[in-house]
Nanobody
Framework: QVQLVESGGGLVQPGGSLRLSCAAS????????LGWYRQTPGKQRELVAT???????NLPDSVKGRFTISRDNAKNTVYLQMNNLKPEDTAVYYC???????????WGQGTQVTVSS
């Protein structure tokens, strides 16, 4: 089973920046796609960004131009750089690992991001 350990959440003012990190255990094919999702109370978990082991990225329009996802395959770590944060970015952010075949998902424990003045 893949283990995911997140760090980097917190409180930031609107317009500020945060960087989330997620360290993953597992083989390359078990953590082929690493990514971030977020969830607020009463809403479904939504995609923030994903990146594959060969550096293909996917980000929705709501965060494009503000968020950047990257990974260090040597460290099995994925990063989410969040700039120009908005109050609507407030959520619990979850790290996700999906295997090469898309048949298995693993989740981190979640880290709170709060954007407020």
């Amino acid at each position: 089973q893949v283990q995911l350990v997140e760090s980097g959440g917190g409180l930031v003012q609107p317009g500020g920046s945060l960087r989330l990190s997620c360290a993953a255990s597992g083989s390359r094919f078990n953590i082929w796609t690493l990514g971030w999702y977020r969830q607020t109370p009463g809403k479904q978990r939504e995609l923030v960004a994903t990146i594959t082991s060969d550096d293909k990225t996917n980000l929705p329009d709501s965060v494009k131009g503000r968020f950047t996802i990257s990974r260090d395959n040597a460290k099995n770590t994925v990063y989410l750089q969040m700039n120009n944060l908005k109050p609507e970015d407030t959520a619990v952010y979850y790290c996700n690992a999906r295997n090469y075949w898309g048949t298995s998902d693993d989740w981190g424990q979640g880290t709170q991001v709060t954007v407020s003045s």
